[in-house]
Structures are given as C-alpha cells and as structure tokens.
C-alpha cells in the first residue's frame, strides 16, 4: 500500500458524538484516552471538529431533534469514513427503544460500520470497535 | 551567492520541514511519557499530515487555499534565509507573516471558533514578536552584524553568557510557536480546547496538511534561533534546541490551566522588560 494509504489506517482521528446517551457510555469513550487505556498509540486522537475527523463515535439513541444534527456532523466530514456506534442505545435504542421520543439506533439515520455492545459498553470494547473499523477501512483502500 | 551557499539554502528548505516533523513527533512521545502514557510512534505527525492529503474536502472559502500556500511559502522562506546565513531580522519578519496568512485564511471562514481563534492569533503575535525581537537584537549586539553565519560563529565564548535574560523570553516564544502552552491559545496542540481548533477550525484535507508542514517549518525557524545562543559547534546547537524543547514542554505539563489573559498581562511584559534589560546592558557595556 502507498504511504498515503498506510497513513489513513495509522491516523484515526476520532470525533464523539453524545445524541441521548445517559453518559454512562460517553465516560466509558472518554475513558479510552486515559494513561490506562491510551489510544493515542494507534494514533487515535479525539477531535472536536468534523472537518478534522475520520471517526464519528456515537453514543445513545436518536431522537427526532438531534438526528438532524447527528446527519450534519456525518455529511461534513470528509470521505472515507466510519461511524461507530457505541452501547445498546447506539446499537438498536436499548432499553430506551420504546420510548416515543426515540427513533432507535444510530442506523436509522446514518450507516453504521461497527456496532459495540454493552450497557455501558467497555473501553476495551470500543477501541476494539475502531481496530475493527480500521480493519475495514484497509480492505476498501485496497480495493481501490 | 555562490554555489555553497544555494546548496545550504536547498537543504534548508528540504531538511527544515522534516526536522520539524521529528520534532513534532519527538514532542509527542515524550508528552505522552510524561503523563505516564506509551504515546504514539515518533513517525505519527507524518502519518497524520499523510493522512490529511489523502482527504478531499471542498474549502471553507476560496480565500483560504491562497492564504494556506502563502502561509507556507512564509515558512520555508524562513527557513531557507537561515540556512543560506541571510539576515535573521528578515528571517524574523517573513516568520510573522506566515502567522498572519493563517490568522487572515482563518477570519474568511464562516465558523465563530475560527474567527476567534484568529483574534487570538494576532494577541499571539502581538506579544511574543516584541520579546523575539529584542532578543535577535541582543544577538546581532553582540556578534556584530545581523547575518545568521556572524551569530552562528560569533565568538569562542557561546552568547548565553551575555544575555541570560532573554533566555525566559525565547521560551515564552518556543512554548506559543509549539501551539502549546496556555491551553486556550489560538490554535492549541491539545485538540481538545475551549474554541475546537482556533484558527485551524476551518482549515481541512490538503489545506490543513500544508499548515502542519508550515508548522514544522515554524518550530525549527525558533528553536535553531535559540540555539544561536550556545553555537560552539553543531551538537551545542542540536542540545540547546533540544533543552528549549524539552523546558517547554516540562512548563506544557504543569501548567495545564495558564490563560491567554494571562500571557499577554504578566508572561509578556515581564519575558520583554528582562530582555529589554539585557539589550541596554549589552549597550552600556
Ligand atoms: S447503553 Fe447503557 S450506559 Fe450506554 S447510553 Fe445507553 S443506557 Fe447509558
């Protein structure tokens, strides 16, 4: 694979997105970035601007109010790109799936790539997720 | 200009961004290790700028791309007017213009955080290029001519002996041209701060991997003035650079919560009174 290739699989740069989470999730992503965990050694970095970003981690149901901004985020970052969503409420709405104000999982309004389970979901989990993601992302650069 | 001299200027302009590039993944490592982390591989800058070129994203404005290659041109000039020994006063002049292409590209966008970023990259300006300058002068003061080569070899005796007090003033200039330190700077290399990116928020794809070499190029501009100050040989330089860096990034990690406020009320006047101090001593002298 060309340098450029090999660099957009060693450069994940990851954007968190909290749509309805109850923050259990969002502390479990955080997480990640701490001494314990560092994803920083597989050049992970969490940003905060979608324009920067390659990763849209997404934590927590969709709402009718905040799946227009989950869709903004989404279409502003450039292509190629991976979304992952992270907990049950990200994966299918959870136990929130009945509510009436939810829409369910993230994939009701953008596609998702990997799907991490739990209530909260682990932190090995979710950097797990984003290899996966990579791994993917590698075959369709190979691809093309 | 003889032969020597455009070769030294070519591998300026080629080695320069690549030394920074080092640096920036130097910088990397050794932050994560102080904060008890593995950190990412030293190539990890490359394979970030790699990454942003590979990545088409259409511009926040059309203004921004021009600005962008202006920014870096800015840079590498400097660069390359260093290595060819031309006046470090010139050098020190085309280095602010680069910063004030990327605050100019910054305020066409249409994002507030990129605007404000902008506004605070020209407080930057306003307070670091006073201290930068008073500190060139002290040099060109006691090496007696302004070219890069007389302070490169001015005397046996390094230059830090007569001008200790610049000494906080180039830090204060390596910690704000490092993006580092207060966190809430213009554009700080912490991703996460108050305005998102400052003044890169609007940058993306290729643009923003051109500013990240302009960047390199920035980092060495700085830290191979400061190393003028113990020039007795080329590894007293290397080692000077490489104190200035590793002190700025030891103040990175223990001043986690330093304000913008707070450089341009106390860190600024204070870095320009000391060196202002010096550069009359030098003259009574
Ligand atoms: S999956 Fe559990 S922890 Fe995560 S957001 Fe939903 S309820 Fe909270």
Redesign the interface.
Known sequence: MS??????I??P?LMHFDCGSCNGCDIETLACLT?VY?V????I?????P??A?VLVVTGTVNPRNAQILKNIYSQM??PKLVIAVGACGCSGGVFRDAPNVLGGVDKVIPVDVYVPGCPAKPEAIMDAVVTGLGKLKGILEAS | MNLTTFYLAVAGLILAPLLGGLVAGVDRVVTARLQSRMGPPLMQPFYDVGKLWSKVIPPASNWQGLFVRWALVASLASDVLLAAGADVLMCFFVQAASASFVALGAFCGSSPYSKLGAQRELFQLLAYEPVFLVAILCMAKVSGAFDAYSFMNASAQPLLFKMPLIVPGLLFVVLVKLRKSPFDISASHHMHQEVVRGVYTDYAGRDFALLEIAHWADVVVVLWICSFLWATSVVSMVATAAVFLFAALVIDNVSARLTWRHMLKVVAPISLVLATANLLWLYME
Do not use: A, C, M, Y
């Open positions: 340098f450029l290739k090999t660099s957009q060693k450069s740069w001494p560092d920083e050694r597989f050049g970095i969490n940003v905060g601007n324009r920067h390659d450039p292509d």
